[in-house]
Nanobody, 120 residues
Framework: QVQLVESGGGLVQAGESLRLSCEVS????????MGWYRQAPGKQRELVAM???????NYADSVKGRFTISRDNAKNTVHLQMNSLKPEDTAVYYC??????????????WGQGTQVTVSS
């Protein structure tokens, strides 16, 4: 089955950086858009950044200029470089992928989530 495995979360001080990675594995025909979401305690899950198969990107206003999303299509991997981290960035970050298992079978998959904690 398709699986998304995340890595790179951790505990950092404000102003420091982290790089999240997510590898998609399994029987895959094609990976379309990929993205990162986050959910803070007591808050709804929100889109952080997304990237299309062609490389077009979109970011939440709160992370523009600080975060950069990228992907390696050959490896079916997406990364999120997070610079100048703020305490309000603290959340569980989830990898997301819209992919085709076959030409007609497309579905959205989620990673297990990785904790990012930014201290003051």
């Amino acid at each position: 089955q398709v699986q998304l495995v995340e890595s790179g979360g951790g505990l950092v001080q404000a102003g420091e950086s982290l790089r999240l990675s997510c590898e998609v594995s399994g029987s895959i025909f094609r990976v379309n858009a990929m993205g990162w979401y986050r959910q803070a305690p007591g808050k709804q899950r929100e889109l952080v950044a997304m990237i299309t198969s062609g490389g077009s990107t979109n970011y939440a206003d709160s992370v523009k200029g600080r975060f950069t999303i990228s992907r390696d299509n050959a490896k079916n991997t997406v990364h999120l470089q997070m610079n100048s981290l703020k305490p309000e960035d603290t959340a569980v970050y989830y990898c997301n992928a819209d992919l085709n298992r076959s030409y007609f079978n497309f579905q959205v998959y989620w990673g297990q989530g990785t904790q990012v904690t930014v201290s003051s």
